[in-house]
T-cell receptor, first 110, second 114 residues
Framework: EDQVTQSPEALRLQEGESSSLNCSYTVSGLRGLFWYRQDPGKGPEFLFTLYSAGEEKEKERLKATLTKKESFLHITAPKPEDSATYLCAVFRGNTGKLIFGQGTTLQVKP | GAGVSQSPSNKVTEKGKDVELRCDPISGHTALYWYRQRLGQGLEFLIYFQGNSAPDKSGLPSDRFSAERTGESVSTLTIQRTQQEDSAVYLC????????????FGPGTRLTVL
């Protein structure tokens, strides 16, 4: 059965303290992996798509990487405005159906 | 340009009543998706539309749930005889062209069944 697991469930950082969020998956025929950010009371906001192992993408303080079994979202020198829930999702097949992990809630304190 | 919009933003209903949730996708997006997010949980896929056909309905939890889409525009998710376990945020997303393209989400409809 397809499964996506994110860790940790919650992460508290001081401003400037770099860290990584993990997304491990068991999916047959993976076609791609998405990272989203979700703020309270809002819909998920797209961050990155990764398609193949070894691929990396960066946006401001965020960098996403992908291996055959997991993806990491690295946050460098985070700021309080980076506080949010970060969601990982994988897709396969031909329908674009996304299988989401439970998310990691990040809190960055000034 | 305008993003995905959903209405109503909040809906409170009594157990046993029917509800309709509406989604307006980004103009020109051929693919449309419905997801459900229960409190403190990840998103669960419900249904996928390509144009006005639904090739994947595998996530609909029961026959009380149905959805339709008019052309490549508005979609409506209907829940009949609502139950308390239907309480959740219902999110709609749309994307263009290939299924590999990113999905853009609306703000969701928060459904509370009393």
């Amino acid at each position: 059965e397809d499964q996506v697991t994110q860790s940790p469930e919650a992460l508290r950082l001081q401003e400037g303290e770099s860290s990584s969020l993990n997304c491990s998956y068991t999916v047959s025929g993976l076609r791609g992996l998405f990272w989203y950010r979700q703020d309270p009371g809002k819909g998920p906001e797209f961050l990155f798509t990764l398609y193949s192992a070894g691929e990396e993408k960066e946006k401001e303080r965020l960098k996403a990487t992908l291996t055959k079994k997991e993806s990491f979202l690295h946050i460098t020198a985070p700021k309080p405005e980076d506080s949010a829930t970060y969601l990982c999702a994988v897709f396969r097949g031909n329908t674009g159906k996304l299988i989401f992990g439970q998310g990691t809630t990040l809190q960055v304190k000034p | 340009g305008a993003g995905v919009s959903q209405s109503p933003s909040n809906k409170v209903t009594e157990k046993g009543k029917d509800v309709e949730l509406r989604c307006d996708p980004i103009s020109g997006h051929t693919a449309l998706y419905w997801y459900r997010q229960r409190l403190g949980q990840g998103l669960e896929f419900l249904i996928y539309f390509q144009g006005n056909s639904a090739p994947d309905k595998s996530g609909l939890p029961s026959d009380r749930f149905s959805a339709e889409r008019t052309g490549e525009s508005v979609s409506t998710l209907t829940i009949q005889r609502t139950q308390q376990e239907d309480s959740a945020v219902y999110l709609c997303a749309s994307s263009s062209g290939s299924v590999a393209n990113e999905q853009f989400f609306g703000p969701g409809t928060r459904l509370t069944v009393l």
